[in-house]
């Protein structure tokens, strides 16, 4: 066993890297850092020290220049690192390069990201989802060490033996477990199916909340649902979906879901296996997009979830505009300055202002959800025969009712309908 099992009861201390490139800013490689450091503690690591590296021409063994490798290492040793964090995203070659350049561990963010899932997945489904995007990370890594995402990585140095053979099984055991959870996923996304059929029977709305890891979407769920969805100030408190209904003034109801945060360079391999989850988010009738005010970084969050939202829709075959949204922008009570506001305003005319803490601006989400299910109707005239009434009752919980008669046999409905129940009412109108 190496020195490093000798500290594995004291918590992992870890010294972070970020780089300054031509499209990386000082300032942004400032904001990556301490998002990597509220990552690091969001796992339990210590966070021993930080450098910037400026990197002009990629040094493809180290990605960094190997001069300022060598302070770097010299930094981290002096605080007794266990490992060396980089915020950007090392290749397996380069991960190898600096584990025996500095002889520690060194990983990047999207494999903290991966260890921070893995520690926070309870479903079954989450963990599946996990352990996929964990093995996907890991094949290509598999040629120095089989246990590149394990916690206990002491030990790796100087153990060779394993062989060529070894490195062969080990591949195809980790292929053949890949196969196994895609299987098993698509199990989960059947049952998923089933579920959304069911819903889209009963013909309810359904709305996401969606947006930056730790904005507060699990909090704006709870208020608005009475729902009892773990919160905490930590980054991926929630993995799992949790959906609530959602009485509206109207007498309608929808369906709230909560999903899963992003976060900047969030790994490939997590997106592609959260799909089935995330898949809640890219076709509901409306989006929540939530927006933490407290964080400077607060636009630049937006912009990283609408990306994703982006992307997600486009690999589902959705067209990308035609999903309404509400942005909400929550924890005003931390703001400062009061003239963040008028600037915000200028940029975003329509956001709905909340605090879950103060409970300000709840009452006005809730109006702008209901605004926002039936914005994109249109005044509509039904006659629908008795003989079918349960028609009738569904346009009571789903439109806007303008204006009811009665017909012999017949209700005479004017109402304002949801888009997505047109095609169902056609037949009735006159
Ligand atoms: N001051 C203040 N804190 C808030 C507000 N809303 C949420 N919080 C806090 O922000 C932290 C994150 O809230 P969550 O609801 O867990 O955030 P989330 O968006 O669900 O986060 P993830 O599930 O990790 O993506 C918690 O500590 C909340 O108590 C608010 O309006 N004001
Ligand atoms: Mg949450």
């Known amino acids: 066993m190496s020195e490093l099992t000798d500290t594995a009861d004291r918590p992992e201390r870890a010294f972070l890297v970020a780089v300054q490139t031509d499209s990386i800013?000082?300032?942004?490689?400032?904001?990556?850092?301490?998002?990597?450091?509220?990552?690091?503690?969001?796992?339990?690591?210590?966070?021993?020290?930080?450098?910037?590296?400026?990197?002009?021409?990629?040094?493809?063994?180290?990605f960094i220049g190997s001069g300022k490798a060598d302070e770097i290492v010299a930094a981290a040793k002096a605080e007794d690192a266990d490992s060396i964090l980089f915020d950007h995203t090392l290749t397996p070659v380069q991960q190898r390069n600096w584990e025996k350049l500095a002889d520690m561990k060194a990983y990047d963010r999207s494999e903290l990201i991966i260890r921070i899932f893995a520690s926070r997945a309870r479903t079954k489904e989450a963990s599946l989802q996990v352990e996929l995007a964990q093995l996907q990370y890991s094949l290509p890594r598999l040629s120095h060490s089989y246990s590149a995402l394990s916690r206990q990585r002491g030990?790796?140095?100087?153990?060779?033996?394993?062989?060529?053979?070894?490195?062969?099984?080990d591949r195809r055991e980790i292929e053949r477990r890949i196969?196994?959870?895609?299987?098993?996923?698509?199990?989960?996304?059947r049952s998923r199916?089933?579920?959304?059929?069911?819903?889209?029977?009963?013909?309810?709305?359904?709305?996401?909340?969606?947006?930056?890891?730790n904005a507060g979407k699990s909090s704006l769920l709870n208020v608005l649902t009475k729902a009892e969805v773990e919160v905490e100030d930590k980054l991926f408190a929630t993995l799992d979906p949790t959906t609530?209904?959602?009485d509206l003034v109207s007498g309608g109801a929808l369906l709230l879901t909560d999903t899963v945060g992003f976060i900047r360079n969030l790994p490939h391999g997590l997106i592609e296996a959260f799909k089935a989850t995330l898949e809640e988010a890219s076709d509901a009738d409306l989006l929540v997009h939530v927006a933490d005010a407290s964080d400077p970084e607060v636009e630049h969050h937006m912009a990283t979830t609408d990306k994703v939202l982006r992307e997600l829709r486009e690999e589902n075959g959705l067209e990308e505009a035609v999903q309404p949204r509400i942005l909400v922008l929550n924890k005003i009570d931390l703001v400062q300055d009061p003239g963040f506001f008028d600037g915000w305003h200028e940029r975003h005319p329509d956001t709905v202002l909340t605090s879950?803490?103060?409970g300000a601006g709840i009452a006005e989400l809730h109006e702008a959800?209901?605004?926002?299910?039936?914005?994109?109707?249109?005044?509509?005239?039904?006659?629908?025969?008795?003989?079918?009434?349960?028609?009738?009752?569904?346009?009571?919980?789903?439109?806007?009712?303008?204006?009811?008669?009665?017909?012999?046999?017949?209700?005479?409905?004017?109402?304002?309908?949801?888009?997505?129940?047109?095609?169902?009412?056609?037949?009735y109108r006159y």
Not at 32 to 61: I, Y
Not at 179 to 189: A, P, Q, T
Request: aromatic residues 4%; positive net charge.
């Open 155 to 169: 030990g790796r140095y100087g153990t060779k033996g394993s062989g060529e053979q070894k490195l062969e099984l």
């Open 244 to 246: 609530r209904r959602l």
């Open 25 to 62: 800013s000082k300032v942004e490689a400032e904001s990556l850092v301490n998002e990597l450091a509220s990552l690091a503690k969001t796992l339990g690591l210590n966070v021993v020290g930080q450098a910037f590296a400026r990197v002009r021409e990629r040094n493809p063994a180290l």
């Open 179 to 189: 196969h196994e959870i895609k299987e098993e996923l698509k199990d989960v996304r």
């Open 356 to 358: 879950v803490k103060s």
């Open 369 to 427: 959800i209901e605004r926002g299910l039936t914005a994109r109707s249109a005044d509509r005239n039904f006659r629908i025969p008795d003989a079918e009434y349960a028609m009738v009752a569904l346009l009571h919980r789903e439109a806007n009712i303008i204006e009811e008669t009665r017909e012999e046999e017949a209700t005479l409905l004017r109402c304002r309908l949801p888009e997505r129940l047109e095609t169902k009412f056609e037949k």
């Open 193 to 213: 199916e089933v579920q959304r059929k069911r819903r889209e029977r009963v013909a309810m709305p359904r709305a996401a909340i969606v947006g930056y890891t």
